[in-house]
């Protein structure tokens, strides 16, 4: 089974400059998030996605950030513009439905974006 | 709030060295989730475990093992015979199990650990 793919691997910019990255998900996984890893820290969840609606994006700095899920399956995360404060590594993740009785279920991580702003 | 604490940054062990990670947790949720996740130099976070909040039980998947208490708020997690393949940077989370962040993961700051040969 595939695994959660993301592209690019890494990015280059210069400030000021728009960005995206795109994430496919898990293959019948229902739930996408995308979360921004600052380097020596943990994840911390930017948006999370219900099939195609957001329901938890209290973490996203909208006034340069956005995302979308049209059809409920691959996403793209846009930055514009972007900040030297934005290098990071920009993770995607999925899960299926939680199991009977669950309300929680694992959350399968991709490789990664790298993104650099000069 | 909720908040993962994992107090070593790094640690150091000769291969077939035990060696243990701590995690304290807190949330004032009563229904939660708890999960480690391992980040190798690759970058990509592998599952390793869920626990949830009513399930207090240890338990072990080979050289690894997890015992949870809710007494301490700890999730500590255990290598035994440690090998250079362990080497990473591990990571505790926590999950609230209702409500309409749930299923959102807190992680820690992880732990590097590094395995010599």
Redesign the interface.
């Given at each position: 089974e595939a695994g959660v793919v993301q592209s690019p691997r890494y990015k280059i910019i210069e400030k000021k400059q728009p960005v995206a990255f795109w994430c496919n998900p898990i293959s019948g996984h229902n739930?996408l998030?995308w979360?921004l890893q600052n380097l020596?820290?943990?994840?911390?969840?930017l948006i999370?996605y219900e099939n195609e609606e957001a329901?938890?994006d209290s973490q996203l700095p909208k006034d340069r950030f956005s995302a979308e899920r049209l059809k409920g399956v691959d996403s793209t995360l846009k930055i514009q513009p972007a900040e030297l404060g934005d290098s990071a590594?920009y993770?995607c993740?999925s899960?299926p439905l939680p199991r009977p009785g669950?309300?929680?279920?694992?959350?399968?991580?991709?490789?990664?974006t790298?993104l650099t702003v000069l | 709030a909720q908040k993962?604490t994992q107090a070593q940054t790094e640690i150091s062990v000769v291969e077939k060295e035990d060696v243990t990670l701590d995690c304290v947790y807190e949330t004032r949720d009563t229904?939660y989730?708890l999960?480690w996740?391992k980040q190798p130099p690759?970058?990509?976070?592998?599952?390793l475990i869920?626990r949830?909040s009513f399930d207090e039980q240890n338990e072990i998947s080979g050289r690894y093992s997890w015992n949870f208490q809710k007494s301490t708020s700890s999730f500590n997690f255990t290598i035994t015979a440690s090998q250079v393949v362990d080497s990473a940077v591990y990571?505790c989370?926590l999950?609230s199990?209702?409500g309409?962040?749930?299923?959102?993961?807190i992680?820690?700051?992880?732990t590097k650990l590094s395995v010599k040969p």
């Open positions: 739930t998030y979360y020596g820290q943990g994840p911390e969840l999370r329901v938890d590594v993770l993740a899960s669950q309300s929680n279920n694992e959350q399968f991580f991709g490789p990664g790298r | 993962v229904t989730y999960f996740y690759s970058g990509e976070l592998v599952f869920r949830n990571f989370a999950s199990g209702y309409g962040s749930q299923g959102n993961l992680f820690g700051k992880g």
